[in-house]
């Protein structure tokens, strides 16, 4: 999860695949679009960490906890189908234990690692670095919207949606400064995962790409 651009803007969930847009936005998407995620905040794609892959998690999930100032605003609707919106669940508690594990300053949160694994982890791992190396944090409100899901005959989901960064800012903890940076179209980021279930019933994000600015999240 991303903040917007300011000292920590090139901080970013590492890619590993990329995925075409086609279902986030106009009927008129195609697979052809140029709309399509590659990594865009990354910097390119690097190689999973051997110390972010995920330990086989137990049937007790992580309790998230998080500082009163760190929000969310789940905007995605249930499906009726008990596995999409397991799915959706468990990509919202992937996205508040990598907040819990930057509030925490702690790069291999065992929170964030229950819910990810191979790249995605990886790009947490270096995602939450960063603010452990810059000694910040995230703060006030992050929104969710305009998701789309699918679940493939290979047992797979694809899950893309849009983040909205406009109220979410970084916060340094030696000041306890917060730095309000104004409200651009890169506040608006959609990301595009690859999540499976594993044995334990918990569907793992495997791969997650991001882009700034995209056409498809802009309010």
């Known amino acids: 999860m991303n ?11 590492t890619a590993a695949a990329t995925l075409t847009l086609s279902a986030c936005g106009s009927d008129d998407d195609s697979p052809e679009s140029k709309d399509k995620i590659a990594g865009a905040d990354t910097g390119g794609e690097k190689s999973p960490s051997p110390s972010a892959s995920t330990p086989e998690p137990s049937e007790e999930r992580p309790k998230i906890e998080l500082p009163a100032d760190v929000t969310f605003k789940f905007e995605w609707k249930k499906t009726g189908d008990s596995d999409k919106d397991a799915v959706l669940s468990d990509a919202e508690q992937r996205i508040k234990a990598v907040d ?21 982890a990886a790009g947490s791992q270096n995602y939450i670095q960063g603010f452990v190396d810059h000694k910040a944090r995230t703060t006030g409100l992050t ?4 998701e789309t899901l699918s679940i ?3 047992g ?11 109220k979410a800012f970084n916060k340094f903890l030696k000041t306890g400064k917060t730095d309000v940076t104004p409200v651009t179209k890169d506040s608006y980021v ?3 995962s690859t ?3 594993n044995k334990n019933g918990v569907w793992v994000t495997e791969t997650l790409n991001s882009q700034r600015g995209s056409a498809k999240c802009q309010p």
């Open 3 to 13: 903040r917007r651009p300011t000292l920590l803007a090139a901080l970013a969930l």
């Open 100 to 120: 819990m594990a930057i509030a925490e300053q702690d790069p291999l949160h065992e929170a964030y690692r229950f819910y990810s694994e191979g790249t995605a």
């Open 143 to 146: 929104r969710y919207y305009n």
């Open 152 to 154: 493939k005959d290979d």
């Open 156 to 166: 797979t989901a694809a899950l893309v949606y849009c983040e909205d960064q406009s």
């Open 190 to 192: 959609i990301y595009a």
């Open 195 to 197: 999540l499976r279930k």
